[in-house]
């Protein structure tokens, strides 16, 4: 559907809505973490959320409908169809959740297309969320090079770059990345012995 209005919302549900697909025009999407649970419904709470443009090509939605909820880290808080100066807005295919559950009920069955379409959909998805993370890598890179020049210069005690670089939580980095911890974790053990010394 087409968007009339200068811009519009078009994702509104708390559960999964399938995929959007941008074919023309231009979608302003905010992703954040959510706060309190991960499975909280209704909730409109959001911290530190990133506001970016997706346009022709641009895939709304996936991880969602793809993990069947929304995860915090990588979850839509709001996507926007803007419109242009004359007043038209872009033009987005939306896939429901009934069509994704068709696709991987039919990949289940060993139907050879269905399978390739359901492993591109996941690498799609892990490809979203590691440029999602390439932000927080090159921090994580940059902090761990600074601390390790500073100890062989000065002897200085290495610190493992800090907890907020991370945007994605474990368990979706592992759905799709097979890892069974989160991007750029550090210890607690670090800050215990920080405070005994």
């Known amino acids: 559907s087409s968007s009339s209005s200068s811009s519009s919302s078009f994702l509104k549900e708390v559960q999964p809505n399938g995929i959007f697909i941008v074919v023309g025009g231009i979608v302003r999407l905010t992703v954040g973490f959510i706060a309190g649970s991960n499975n909280e419904s209704g909730s409109n709470n959001w911290r530190d959320p990133d506001t970016f443009y997706m346009g022709l090509g641009g895939v709304v939605g996936l991880i969602t409908a793809l993990v069947g909820f929304r995860e915090s880290g990588v979850a839509v808080a709001a996507a926007v169809a803007e419109g242009n100066a004359l007043g038209k ?26 399978k390739a379409l359901e492993l591109d959909m996941f690498r799609l998805a892990g490809l979203y969320l590691l440029d999602k993370q390439r932000h927080s890598i090159v921090i994580s890179v940059v902090s761990a090079l600074m601390a390790a020049a500073a100890e062989a210069a000065g002897g200085v005690k290495a610190r493992f770059p800090p907890k907020y670089i991370s945007y994605t939580t474990p368990h979706v980095a592992s759905h799709f990345i097979g890892s069974q911890r989160g991007w750029a974790e550090c210890d607690d053990d670090d800050d215990e012995e920080d405070e005994e010394e």
């Open 89 to 114: 807005g872009p033009l987005i295919f939306h896939l429901p959740q009934t069509a994704i559950h068709s696709i991987r009920m039919m990949a289940r069955t060993g139907d050879p297309d269905f």
